[in-house]
DNA sequence: AAAGGTTTGTGCACGCGTTCACAAGGCGTA
DNA sequence: TACGCCTTGTGAACGCGTGCACAAACCTTT
């Protein structure tokens, strides 16, 4: 379930208050959810929580953890590093829940050499030996949208089998390669959206200004 | 709808292609859905194709651009010019897509005048004219998680009404303010495991290293 | 003008996820 | 031990989104 690392964080955090027990009602909470998603979601991977009390919260993060593969570390290259790649590559939530960046890559023969995070951006050439070496499975795509593809290609032929895309576009992969999508701008789009739904039944306020041409790319 | 922006997105790439009038299994192909649902999902804004031809490119662009209120421009606000900051201030597909950054905030001092992508990072407190000036309503957390709900009491407070979230954090916002999440490392978790699933029946590759202590924060 | 091919629009049924509601069960207290 | 409180686990119904399948409609060709 796509709930886990919520219920994950929520519990980190509960854990970190000096919580030792906590009940569905009150992960619900902290997770923004139903409680009775919460039940249903934690009988769904065999939990044992104990009536009347609760559930453990060591041993519910743990189980969290197992189920989500969060015991083992990952390692994860990226493949892009211009301003989002930088940023996902400092990120410091990453190394923290178990992955490891085994590399940084580029074709800008500019940004060859550059030291970001502690690691110099290597050739995209070199994705296979990288795979190689230190057994990646997850790729992220921090390209833009033209280079996307050639570059899930390539990572697919390198044996990755998960795929993080940041760039806005489509990508064909073939089955048994999973691949997620974060797209900035259409949440954006999804927030705009809303914005003028409620901008016409009340009066409310108005956007900056009118555009007639209204063709984005 | 939600998929209204890839259709947005595959509509503008086959315009670009040249074509003038496209069909729902044309357009479902580019999107990665189901025909029947893009003909669903434009009926349902009361959309205008022709029976045996198709939809006319550039008329259902203009159609959607409206429905999402991009034939307007939106002001938008990010607080917090970290990493993610940075890469979201010089990403360009915003400004194509008619959202304008109308500041960006932080409070670290030592940030404070620092040029991003043209603009001078404010301060914070700052944010109550800046809405005032610029009729900001949505806004961009690119805080720590710590820093994100005290920031998103603000943005309310100071009339925004639409919050894009990239904080690893559950925001509680009154009725009325729309809340979009964007978490980078739940994305990881869900890939790892997808990952973990693969590699329990077949023998797939393994990850990198075993970890015992499993208690993420 | 008529026929054939193509594509939209939509009624309908299927399936999944969500939610309610309640029985089953543990814990504390007397 | 018995009683009452609290919380889990889950059966069942509801609702919604999805996809199928087909009639309606348009264009092209003859």
Redesign the pocket.
Known sequence: ?A?LPIYLRALVSISEAGETT????T?ATGAG?????V??D??YLG?????????DVQYLVYQISRELGLTQDWAVVIVGVGNLGHALANYGGFAQRGFSIAALLDVDSRRLGEIVAGQAVRHLDELGAVVAETAVSIGVIATPAQAAQDVADRLVAAGVTSILNFAPCLLVVPGGVDVRKVDLSIELQILSFHEQRKSMLPRGKQPVAPRLSAVPS
């Not at 906590?22 to 009602?25: G, N, Q, T």
């Not at 939990?47 to 559930?55: D, E, K, L």
């Open positions: 379930m709930r906590v009940s569905s009602d992960l959810v139903n409680s009775a998603k039940r249903k934690l009988s939990s044992y929580g104990t009536r009347g009390v609760g559930y």
